[in-house]
């Protein structure tokens, strides 16, 4: 039972690290809403979905790869992975606007209960992953493979791959970028100050509107990432694989504290931890278990999640 | 006509008459809905599914676990996303029993509703001290955990699920048929009016105060000496009960469980038709039941987009009505306070 986790130790350790960074920034795109609108955005697992489409869609589409092209190199690879980034980021963030907009604006402008609008999220979901359903007819999607997956180096029996390094590095990096964004610039004052107090922040002139939009731009295109980095690393995708993906990184996100982009961070990497190890240890079939029962561990003795919320709320 | 309403005028009629006029209306109602299975000719007709059984699965069912979740949800302000859990308690106690005892459905019916209560009081403890999204998440969790262990462990088969699962005895002579389900949505009928006797019963007394004290605002209502966690707790086994009724329901009429039955897709529709119906109105929670149930095999005619359009409904009802078709009276509703409980 644990001779395999003993015997993986660190290629479970480090693989583990390359999915949590992919649930890190799916868990951002959970957590910035929900850190300035105290609402789960439940289309957010769907998102990361057509995401995932966006960079298939670019290496297919506009490269002309397929399963049988042969993988790129050098500055081709680099500016087609960079293209694939783009258009995940693009697919996604556009459609977390879509969704602010259409199931959401209404009914925050009406000052409505939080269930409605979670019911709207959920109906919303529902036509983003049908939609997808019905273009895809059912079937997963491949993705061509356009990285040689070459194993750079074997650190203690492990290895680390392209793949996995690029995941890593890449993904670091726009989680700090997108972290700074909200901690240095105007807007990102701005949908700190919105989720301090709303009302407040009206009465100061910010324009709610303009930045909960952006606020749902920001988590989707964090989303988005995420998606890229999936496709990058599973080389596939279908239509109903943001549930689980997008279940395990809400998980994430309020493990770490939800509402706290850092928290998120470091949630989303205990998560994809957990998760590899659980599975080393018990089963793959046992691994959401697992999850759910670190939640409710860390629900119980620290309730606001490991980090807190990044901002008090009024009752907690 | 710009301000009719619907629920205003049927609570008009009500307050209106007197005693023998309720009885009047009260029998008219369930006489109506008692002839539901006979309107299978109409427009009402289903496309592909027999209609008598869509009539059982999932409108008659759904309504059952509708009322059963809006006493979580919607008199106490709990949000739990795990509702199924209590669903496949039920549908397993009586899947398992029917297996290795020679219980019948209706000796059966007591034990599911217990196990399926034993686990509410099981999870409710340690987790209703957590609020709002928080036990979201949890309950989410919980639904989710029971769906993986059955699909896992051995004594439940797994994903091959459990079949042959017994036909409920005859009941006054009358005996069930696969082909003629009127009978079966009758037992369920006679549920839903114990569970709408019960929840109405209970409103108007102590649990129901504390409910409704409980959901407008927890803290205050704590301070006013109402043992918050307690009444939290028998809410969520309320709840629990009658999703364990409507299991063990609906292994019955089924007579084949197996894991992918119990998914995180029946807790969100079911929450789904509470919201959508008008969220702590029992009245609009059944006809969100209801309609939610039966629509996807109405429209089964355009089998591939019935999702999306399902979809679309909930998200257009909800931006055009936010309080549900229904909604319960203006001064039931609380106070909406950013950060508060849903």
């Given at each position: 039972?644990?001779?395999v986790?003993i015997?993986?130790?660190?290629?479970?350790?480090?693989?583990?690290?390359?999915?949590?960074?992919?649930?890190?920034?799916?868990?951002?795109?959970?957590?910035?809403?929900?850190g300035?609108?105290?609402?789960?955005?439940?289309?957010?697992?769907?998102?990361?979905?057509?995401?995932?489409?966006?960079?298939?869609?670019?290496?297919?589409?506009?490269?002309?790869?397929?399963?049988?092209?042969?993988?790129?190199?050098?500055?081709?690879l680099?500016?087609?992975?960079?293209?694939?980034?783009?258009?995940?980021?693009?697919?996604a963030?556009?459609t977390?606007?879509?969704?602010?907009?259409?199931?959401?604006?209404?009914?925050?402008a009406?000052?409505?209960?939080?269930?409605?609008?979670?019911?709207?999220?959920?109906?919303?979901?529902?036509?983003?992953?049908e939609?997808?359903?019905?273009?895809?007819?059912?079937?997963?999607?491949?993705?061509?493979?356009?990285?040689?997956?070459?194993?750079?180096?074997?650190?203690?029996?492990?290895?680390?791959?392209?793949?996995?390094?690029?995941?890593?590095?890449?993904?670091?990096?726009?989680?700090?970028?997108?972290?700074?964004?909200?901690?240095?610039?105007r807007?990102?004052?701005?949908i700190?100050?919105?989720?301090?107090?709303?009302?407040?922040?009206?009465?100061?002139?910010?324009?709610?509107?303009?930045?909960?939009?952006?606020?749902?731009?920001?988590?989707?295109?964090?989303?988005?990432?995420a998606?890229?980095?999936?496709?990058?690393?599973?080389?596939?995708t279908?239509?109903?694989?943001?549930?689980?993906?997008?279940?395990?990184?809400?998980?994430?996100?309020?493990?770490?504290?939800?509402?706290?982009?850092?928290?998120?961070?470091?949630?989303?990497?205990a998560?994809?931890?957990?998760?590899?190890?659980?599975?080393?240890?018990?089963?793959?079939?046992w691994?959401?278990?697992?999850?759910?029962?670190?939640?409710?561990l860390v629900?119980?003795?620290?309730?606001?999640?490991?980090f807190?919320?990044?901002?008090?709320?009024?009752?907690? | 006509?710009?301000n009719?309403?619907?629920?205003?005028?049927?609570?008009?009629?009500?307050?209106?008459?007197?005693?023998?006029?309720?009885?009047?209306?009260?029998?008219?109602?369930?006489t109506?809905?008692?002839?539901?299975?006979?309107?299978?000719?109409?427009?009402?007709?289903?496309?592909?599914?027999?209609?008598d059984?869509?009539?059982?699965?999932?409108?008659?069912?759904?309504?059952l676990m509708?009322?059963?979740?809006?006493?979580?949800?919607?008199?106490?302000?709990?949000?739990?996303?795990?509702?199924?859990?209590?669903?496949?308690?039920?549908?397993?106690?009586?899947?398992?029993?029917?297996?290795?005892?020679?219980?019948?459905?209706w000796?059966?019916?007591?034990?599911?509703?217990?196990?399926?209560?034993?686990?509410?009081v099981?999870?409710?403890?340690?987790?209703?001290?957590?609020?709002?999204?928080y036990?979201?998440?949890?309950?989410?969790?919980?639904?989710?955990?029971?769906?993986?262990?059955?699909?896992?462990?051995?004594?439940?088969?797994?994903?091959?699920?459990?079949?042959?699962?017994?036909?409920?005895?005859?009941?006054l002579?009358?005996?069930?048929?696969?082909?003629?389900?009127?009978?079966?949505?009758?037992?369920?009928?006679?549920?839903i009016?114990?569970t709408i006797?019960?929840?109405?019963?209970?409103?108007?007394?102590?649990?129901?105060?504390?409910?409704?004290a409980?959901?407008?605002?927890?803290?205050?209502?704590?301070?006013?000496?109402?043992?918050?966690?307690?009444?939290?707790?028998?809410?969520?086994?309320?709840?629990?009960?009658i999703?364990?009724?409507?299991?063990?329901?609906?292994?019955?009429?089924?007579?084949?469980?197996?894991?992918?039955?119990?998914?995180?897709?029946?807790?969100?529709?079911i929450?789904?038709?509470?919201?959508?119906?008008?969220?702590?109105?029992?009245?609009?929670?059944?006809?969100?039941?209801?309609?939610?149930?039966?629509?996807?095999?109405?429209?089964?005619?355009?089998?591939?987009?019935?999702?999306?359009?399902?979809?679309?409904?909930?998200?257009?009802?909800?931006n055009f009505?936010?309080?549900?078709?229904?909604?319960?009276?203006?001064?039931?509703?609380?106070?909406?306070?950013?950060?508060?409980?849903?």
């Amino acid at each position: 039972m644990f001779t395999v986790f003993i015997d993986q130790f660190w290629q479970l350790t480090v693989s583990g690290i390359a999915l949590g960074f992919i649930y890190v920034l799916i868990a951002l795109g959970y957590t910035m809403v929900y850190g300035v609108l105290r609402m789960i955005n439940f289309a957010n697992s769907e998102i990361f979905m057509w995401g995932t489409f966006g960079a298939i869609v670019a290496s297919r589409d506009l490269f002309g790869y397929n399963q049988t092209s042969e993988p790129a190199h050098g500055a081709k690879l680099a500016l087609v992975l960079f293209v694939q980034l783009f258009a995940s980021m693009a697919f996604a963030g556009l459609t977390a606007v879509t969704v602010e907009f259409v199931a959401y604006r209404r009914l925050r402008a009406k000052g409505t209960n939080r269930l409605a609008t979670l019911i709207s999220a959920i109906g919303m979901s529902m036509v983003l992953s049908e939609v997808m359903r019905l273009l895809t007819a059912s079937r997963p999607v491949g993705s061509p493979r356009i990285l040689e997956k070459v194993i750079l180096v074997e650190v203690w029996g492990a290895q680390i791959r392209l793949d996995t390094l690029i995941t890593i590095v890449a993904a670091g990096a726009i989680f700090i970028i997108l972290e700074r964004f909200v901690k240095l610039s105007r807007m990102g004052k701005a949908i700190r100050a919105v989720s301090m107090n709303e009302d407040a922040a009206k009465l100061m002139g910010i324009n709610l509107n303009r930045v909960i939009t952006t606020t749902f731009l920001v988590g989707g295109l964090a989303t988005g990432a995420a998606g890229f980095f999936y496709v990058t690393v599973y080389e596939y995708t279908k239509f109903n694989i943001g549930f689980t993906m997008g279940l395990a990184a809400f998980t994430a996100a309020v493990i770490g504290g939800i509402g706290n982009i850092r928290g998120a961070f470091f949630g989303g990497v205990a998560l994809g931890l957990a998760e590899v190890y659980a599975s080393a240890i018990l089963g793959t079939q046992w691994k959401s278990v697992t999850i759910f029962i670190v939640l409710v561990l860390v629900l119980l003795f620290k309730p606001s999640g490991l980090f807190g919320e990044a901002v008090t709320q009024t009752r907690a | 006509m710009k301000n009719f309403n619907l629920r205003d005028f049927g609570a008009g009629i009500w307050e209106r008459s007197n005693r023998y006029q309720r009885i009047a209306i009260v029998l008219l109602v369930i006489t109506l809905a008692a002839l539901l299975p006979f309107a299978g000719a109409s427009f009402l007709a289903t496309p592909v599914a027999a209609y008598d059984a869509v009539l059982v699965y999932p409108v008659a069912i759904f309504v059952l676990m509708s009322l059963g979740l809006n006493i979580v949800v919607g008199k106490s302000g709990m949000l739990d996303l795990g509702y199924v859990a209590f669903f496949a308690i039920g549908a397993y106690t009586n899947g398992l029993l029917s297996m290795h005892t020679g219980l019948n459905t209706w000796e059966i019916m007591p034990i599911g509703i217990g196990a399926a209560m034993f686990a509410g009081v099981l999870l409710g403890i340690p987790t209703l001290r957590l609020r709002g999204d928080y036990l979201a998440i949890v309950t989410l969790g919980f639904g989710e955990i029971i769906r993986i262990v059955a699909l896992n462990v051995s004594w439940t088969n797994g994903p091959n699920g459990i079949s042959g699962i017994q036909m409920p005895p005859p009941i006054l002579g009358k005996e069930f048929a696969l082909d003629d389900q009127k009978l079966f949505f009758w037992v369920v009928l006679v549920m839903i009016l114990l569970t709408i006797w019960m929840i109405r019963r209970l409103t108007v007394r102590r649990p129901g105060r504390a409910w409704e004290a409980i959901r407008q605002d927890e803290d205050a209502a704590e301070l006013m000496g109402v043992p918050t966690l307690k009444y939290k707790i028998w809410s969520f086994t309320l709840g629990a009960a009658i999703g364990g009724a409507a299991g063990v329901l609906y292994a019955a009429k089924n007579l084949f469980i197996s894991p992918e039955m119990f998914t995180l897709n029946v807790s969100i529709l079911i929450l789904a038709c509470v919201v959508f119906g008008g969220i702590g109105n029992i009245w609009g929670v059944i006809l969100g039941g209801a309609i939610l149930g039966y629509l996807p095999d109405r429209i089964r005619f355009i089998s591939d987009a019935r999702l999306l359009v399902f979809g679309l409904v909930l998200v257009v009802v909800m931006n055009f009505r936010p309080d549900g078709l229904l909604p319960r009276k203006k001064r039931e509703k609380a106070l909406i306070k950013k950060g508060a409980n849903a």
